[in-house]
């Protein structure tokens, strides 16, 4: 069911240093920052040979990664996003075999304008799972 791995997803308090850190002091090359309203963060895109790394900020009053932020003061890793072929029949398989979808199950349009779904971290090891459809 799971292609590559489109992203890592780090958890940053401070989007300029956490951009600054990558692209001065590792080398990287990342892009503009850009604000997802209906995700309640804002990301930065580290590209990277095989995949990429997205550092995320809270967004508005409700980010989702706030909580997170709490919790992790200096940041941490959030989330790893998968691809898939079909994300509707992968969601269908998914909670059939008894998996937690997160949200009302619809894709959202994420990052790179395409749908993606969140499965819940505590039927997967502990890790929150974005799958995306490519
Ligand atoms: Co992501």
Redesign the pocket.
Same mark, same amino acid.
């Given at each position: 069911m799971l292609g590559r791995v489109?992203?890592v &997803?780090i958890a940053v308090p401070d989007l300029e240093a956490a951009a600054a850190s990558y692209r001065a002091t590792l080398g990287c090359q990342i892009s503009e920052p850009q604000s997802l309203p209906e995700h309640g963060v804002t990301?930065v895109f580290v590209e990277l040979p095989n995949t990429k790394i997205?550092l995320?900020h809270p967004l508005g009053e409700n980010s989702p990664i706030a909580a997170f932020l709490e919790k992790n003061p200096s940041g941490g890793m959030?989330?790893i996003?998968y691809e898939v072929g079909d994300i509707i029949v992968a969601r269908d398989r998914l909670k059939e075999a008894g998996a937690r979808v997160l949200g009302d199950g619809a894709p959202k349009i994420? &990052?790179h304008g395409k749908p993606?779904l969140f499965l819940h971290p505590k039927d997967f090891q502990g890790t929150l799972i974005?799958l995306?459809q490519v």
């Amino acid at each position: 069911m799971l292609g590559r791995v489109n992203h890592v &997803a780090i958890a940053v308090p401070d989007l300029e240093a956490a951009a600054a850190s990558y692209r001065a002091t590792l080398g990287c090359q990342i892009s503009e920052p850009q604000s997802l309203p209906e995700h309640g963060v804002t990301v930065v895109f580290v590209e990277l040979p095989n995949t990429k790394i997205e550092l995320l900020h809270p967004l508005g009053e409700n980010s989702p990664i706030a909580a997170f932020l709490e919790k992790n003061p200096s940041g941490g890793m959030h989330h790893i996003c998968y691809e898939v072929g079909d994300i509707i029949v992968a969601r269908d398989r998914l909670k059939e075999a008894g998996a937690r979808v997160l949200g009302d199950g619809a894709p959202k349009i994420g &990052a790179h304008g395409k749908p993606v779904l969140f499965l819940h971290p505590k039927d997967f090891q502990g890790t929150l799972i974005e799958l995306e459809q490519v």
